[in-house]
């Protein structure tokens, strides 16, 4: 083959890829008007990351189910806020209470997927949220929540929710409680893409290491920034660097500076955990473009 020739086939395969990825950037479904989000799925009424806790928060017409997932010392996707089996609302595989001594003896990260999900789930009183369900479940994989989510809405008829999914990374824990944001990203966006659901996808995370990583290896993909510190929108968006599709802060933190200086970036405002309607009522006014809550049953009373 002359020259030439591959300098011209070498063009035609960066433009094809280039023009693959403006595709896949395209893909992204245009986000809800009003994002009503179900925290955990519905914390406040199932046990809180579980499928039925999903399924709930869709029949109660959120617009996105919001989730926390964890890594597997095989390397599996599950779907947990905690980094340890939590004894406020976990227990043993042989349905017993965990003390907070014991709650270390059980990492995630440090526990096969077989392991992790033959704990208990949903059958501890919670008395943080007295009005939770009980139903007998455990903790899922991500590649599971999804199908089931996704069969849930086509057997039903029902619209495409959006997946607000959180990579559970604190700097300082690689290696001892989850891996290192680039590995942590890529097992959660393969998944996601292997179930093609990514346009119906944000990821967030406390971490801007691993937002970081979201950017650099699958740019397509949307972000959002979980922010519950002090700092200006400025600051927080110097530290991370780019700019996220979503800025997401502890409701508190919300006033209407907050929401201009978002909105003058074209960045969304969805605070959390917002779980009274009269909080709900206040953050509309002010112009959030969305709310998370423990109670989606409550969307129904304000928006």
């Not at 030439?4 to 035609?12: D, N, P, Q, W, Y």
């Not at 227990?91 to 096969?112: C, F, L, W």
């Not at 009183?125 to 007295?130: A, E, F, K, Q, R």
């Not at 660097?241 to 979503?246: A, E, K, M, Y």
Request: charged content about 25%; some cysteine.
């Amino acid at each position: 083959m002359n020259k030439s020739l591959c300098i011209a086939l070498l063009g035609l395969l960066a433009l094809a890829g280039c023009k693959s990825n403006e595709k896949m950037a395209q893909q992204n479904a245009p986000l809800p008007a009003f994002d009503t989000e179900g925290h955990r799925g519905a914390r406040g009424l199932m046990p809180e990351n579980t499928i039925p806790a999903m399924i709930k928060a869709i029949d109660l017409g959120v617009t996105t189910i919001e989730m926390d997932c964890h890594i597997t010392k095989d390397g599996k996707v599950v779907v947990t806020h905690d980094p340890h089996l939590n004894p406020a609302y976990a227990r043993t595989p042989q349905g017993q209470n965990i003390t907070e001594e014991e709650s270390h003896k059980y990492a995630v990260y440090q526990m096969d997927y077989e392991q992790v999900r033959a704990f208990e789930m949903g059958t501890k009183p919670y008395d943080l949220y007295p009005q939770q369900q009980k139903t007998k479940t455990y903790i899922p994989l991500l590649a599971e929540l999804v199908d089931s989510v996704q069969a849930y809405l086509k057997e039903n008829k029902l619209p495409q929710v959006f997946y607000n999914i959180e990579v559970k990374s604190k700097e300082g824990k690689d290696g001892e409680l989850h891996p290192a944001p680039a590995e942590f990203v890529s097992r959660m966006v393969e998944v996601l893409q292997q179930k093609e659901i990514t346009p119906y996808v944000i990821i967030q995370s406390f971490d801007k290491r691993a937002l970081q990583e979201l950017r650099r290896q699958y740019p397509q993909v949307r972000a959002s920034l979980l922010v519950s510190n002090k700092l200006s929108v400025e600051e927080n968006l110097a530290e991370l660097g780019f700019t996220p599709d979503v800025y997401s802060p502890n409701a508190k933190l919300v006033d209407a500076a907050l929401i201009k200086a978002c909105h003058d970036r074209n960045i969304k405002v969805i605070p959390w955990t917002v779980n009274s309607t009269e909080d709900m009522q206040r953050l509309k006014v002010l112009g959030v473009d969305g709310i998370i809550s423990d109670y989606p049953n409550l969307f129904s009373q304000v928006l």
